[in-house]
């Protein structure tokens, strides 16, 4: 509007009133729309010279269907190019100001010039085309007062031409990469009028993009897994042209997996176990193995999970571990940090005869003799197990031999029965008793003599906590001496895991096969003295904390062995009609759960003991202990032991109810 409100006086004197009203309302319309290149915006006629279609003010605006604004002619003054049909300059009638433009470029229609009258963009014998590649006017228009106008003169060397937004690129083609898709295009048919200076691809879903010259684009950023189309524009001086369509074929980037985490090493004899946690992240594909690579010496071995062993290591060399995840790309980054260092070392040889009453057996004071069936034990060689190498008898063959020392009395072992322990040097006195305390429970004597040695027997209960402890003739306080978890039943068994166990592999719980883990789903509630049970088991491939698992155990040394981080102390699970397993979510007894125990707490909150008394929930906990069932009333107050599910019973037949653990 400044330009307009400038120039009106300096047109008002030169050219009169009328003049100047129309140039105003040019000015208003066109300064902003005007495309005609600024470098070839002149046309020429041989009567009265040149005609500018891009003035400093003003200007020609080619639509995709009609021209517009206005021309300065250098010797008559402006011309005015109106609208399309319909506007205020509509080419409707011969009376009215307007240059249409068919399909094909060519141009029909008046402009008008107050001084001259008429100009035809489609005389008899001439008209305008603009090529709609290039934007480059050709031919001839014919004005009814100074004849003919070339927009293409070569002497002088007169030129107009317009730029336009390019047209939309097709054959829009992707390929899926890393992270990325690589996307493939052909170049519009036209480019406006205007050098393409770009293209810019887009994708969707995420509206991610990148820019190039040409094709190909790569875009990066994507995530692997999941599935892209993408679109293209491209751009000239004017400004970006149409989105392509159709956009391209559908693509899903994938990656190599993350890095496994959590490596650690065991030594064996020439070889190592190496345990890990899977990656985060797959890439976008299932993993389909993965491979462990000591160094030195880059000896690899692979396999489908957590743990793998290396074999082939020299014993006495120390090593450390990497470990890659694979899958259908290939095999991803190698964990960081590496392993913690591990020597494998080469057992004893066997000796014609034992290593002694003391091999093997677990000692809180350094053994002082008897390790070797001949020979004295040598010098201690660490903190943590003691190995003595002894001569034996027959020829004077070696032997290694190992008196494991126990850490810590309260901290639970788990542990293949048979086990024993001495506890010389603990209880001063002459005779010693043994006490045994079964899953939390009081303790009872199991031995009373003058040994300070005692064998665990082998009959424990399965997946069972026990504590030892003894006394003495002189001392009657009960020391702890030893605390173990024996194995699982040969067979089915009801587990639980007391620690967190978000993306872990349950496989990983195991220290031996066992077959798949199961959870049991009640349809509906009979009673408690009923033989019969309504429901059906599901496989699972996670743990969560409060509820339990059926596992078959092939062999009876499987050790259910984990530890990480520390399960919650208050659980909430839900009780549908019938049968439910339930477990303690962490590694404390759980005790008086009759008051501790809420039934519906965020709605009818109850003790458990008050549900079992109101005939909702049934009187016991039942454990299935390898042979048949064990239970305790809740009115007795029994143990809730971490490691073990226990069967719980919801009597009413319509209504779920939840039971808060803590």
Request: proline share 7%; net charge neutral; with cysteine.
């Amino acid at each position: 509007m400044k330009i307009s409100i400038d120039y009106t006086p300096i047109v008002r004197i030169a050219r009169g009133f009328l003049v100047a009203i129309t140039l105003v309302f040019a000015l208003t319309w066109a300064a902003f729309a005007a495309n005609i290149n600024a470098t070839n915006k002149y046309a020429w006629s041989e009567t009265t010279g040149w005609l500018n279609f891009l003035p400093t003010y003003g200007g020609v605006t080619v639509n995709p269907t009609y021209l517009s604004g206005t021309v300065w002619h250098e010797r008559i003054g402006w011309l005015q190019l109106g609208a399309s049909a319909g506007g205020p300059y509509g080419n409707s009638t011969a009376t009215n100001w307007g240059v249409n433009q068919d399909v094909s470029g060519n141009l029909s229609g008046y402009a008008w010039s107050e001084t001259l009258g008429w100009i035809n963009f489609s005389p008899t014998h001439g008209g305008v085309n603009i090529n709609l590649l290039t934007g480059a006017f050709s031919g001839y228009a014919w004005a009814e007062r100074f004849g003919w106008i070339n927009f293409n003169n070569s002497s002088p060397a007169y030129y107009v031409s317009y730029a336009s937004f390019p047209g939309a690129p097709t054959g829009v083609s992707a390929t899926a990469g890393n992270g990325q898709a690589t996307v493939t295009f052909t170049a519009p048919a036209s480019n406006g009028g205007s050098p393409i200076t770009g293209y810019t691809v887009t994708s969707n879903p995420g509206n991610i993009t990148a820019s190039g010259s040409g094709s190909p684009i790569t875009v990066i950023g994507l995530t692997n897994g999941s599935t892209y189309t993408f679109t293209v524009t491209a751009s000239n001086a004017v400004g970006p042209g149409p989105i392509s369509q159709p956009p391209s074929n559908s693509v899903m980037p994938l990656g190599t997996p993350g890095a496994p985490t959590g490596v650690s090493a065991t030594a064996g004899n020439g070889q190592a176990t190496i345990t890990f946690t899977a990656p985060a992240s797959n890439g976008g594909s299932p993993i389909t193995g993965y491979t462990v690579t000591s160094n030195p010496g880059n000896i690899a071995a692979s396999g489908s999970g957590s743990p793998i062993t290396v074999i082939g290591l020299t014993n006495g060399s120390t090593y450390t571990f990497t470990v890659t995840a694979s899958n259908a790309v290939g095999p991803g980054p190698s964990s960081q940090p590496p392993s913690n260092s591990v020597t494998p070392t080469t057992p004893g040889n066997t000796i014609n005869g034992s290593c002694g009453t003391s091999n093997n057996v677990y000692f809180f004071l350094t053994p002082a003799s008897n390790l070797c069936s001949s020979g004295n034990a040598s010098n201690v060689s660490s903190n943590v197990s003691w190995n003595w190498t002894c001569n034996g008898s027959n020829g004077g063959s070696t032997a290694s031999c190992s008196a494991p020392k126990i850490i810590s009395p309260s901290t639970s072992m788990v542990s293949a029965t048979p086990l024993t322990f001495n506890f010389t040097g603990m209880k001063s006195g002459n005779t010693f008793t043994v006490y045994q305390s079964t899953g939390g429970g009081s303790p009872f004597a199991v031995t009373s003599s003058s040994s300070t040695t005692y064998t665990i027997p082998a009959t424990l209960l399965p997946n069972t906590i026990y504590k030892y402890s003894v006394t003495s003739d002189i001392d009657s306080t009960q020391t702890i001496i030893m605390t173990i978890r024996t194995q699982l039943y040969n067979g089915w068994n009801i587990v639980a895991v007391p620690y967190k166990t978000t993306d872990v592999n349950p496989a990983t719980f195991f220290e031996s096969p066992v077959s798949a883990i199961y959870q049991w789903i009640p349809s509906g509630a009979t009673s408690e003295s009923s033989d019969s049970v309504l429901g059906s088991y599901t496989t699972v491939s996670s743990l969560v904390q409060g509820n339990g698992y059926f596992v078959k155990a092939s062999n009876n040394s499987t050790l259910l062995a984990y530890s990480g981080t520390a399960g919650p102390t208050t659980v909430t699970i839900t009780l549908m009609p019938g049968w439910t397993m339930i477990a303690n979510p962490n590694t404390t007894n759980k005790t008086n759960i009759g008051t501790a125990w809420v039934v519906d707490a965020n709605t009818s909150p109850t003790s458990l003991s008050d549900a079992i008394n109101s005939g909702t929930i049934g009187s016991s906990l039942y454990w299935w202990n390898g042979s048949t069932y064990d239970f305790w009333t809740v009115a007795s107050n029994p143990q809730v032991e971490p490691w073990k599910a226990y069967w719980i019973l919801n009597l009413d037949k319509k209504l779920s109810h939840t039971l808060t653990i803590q």
